[in-house]
Each structure stands twice: as structure tokens, then as C-alpha cells.
């Protein structure tokens, strides 16, 4: 959780299975100066990234675990 003017953290499941899926939504305050992080844990990988910055306003994105150490941004 946060507030406006504060940057909130979101770690994806690390022990996920092929076909999880995880809905990450900013809220209203999110901006540049409050981004929504979200993060792998262990060895995997989102798209290639260790990281997913959201920073618009009501910005969301979909993860889903495709295989071994893969997320799939959506």
C-alpha cells in the first residue's frame, strides 16, 4: 500500500506455476515522483527485467508466469 507523493512496492510470487497470473493497478496518486514498483523474487525475470515501473496515474499491467523464471508482461 501507499499514498500520493510516497512509491509503493509489489513483489511477484516466488514460487509461481505456468499460467499464474498477477493484475497490478496504480492508483490515482501514482506519478514520476510515486511509481509503483513491482519486482521478481529469485532468478526470475519479467520480460528480461528485474523490475516493472508503473508511473501514470491509474497505470496497470498483467504478469503472467509463462515458464521456468519467465514472466510475461500483458
Not at 41 to 52: P, R
Request: charged share 10%; proline share 5%.
Amino acid at each position: 500500500t501507499g499514498s500520493a507523493g510516497a512509491g509503493v512496492g509489489a513483489a511477484l510470487p516466488a514460487s509461481p506455476e505456468a499460467g499464474d497470473v498477477v493484475y497490478v493497478k496504480a492508483n490515482a496518486g501514482a506519478g514520476t515522483s510515486a511509481p509503483v514498483k513491482v519486482t521478481v523474487q529469485g532468478s526470475h525475470l519479467i520480460d528480461g527485467l528485474a523490475e516493472v515501473v508503473l508511473q501514470s496515474p491509474d497505470a496497470a499491467a498483467n504478469f503472467i508466469y509463462v515458464t521456468t523464471n519467465v514472466w510475461k508482461v500483458f
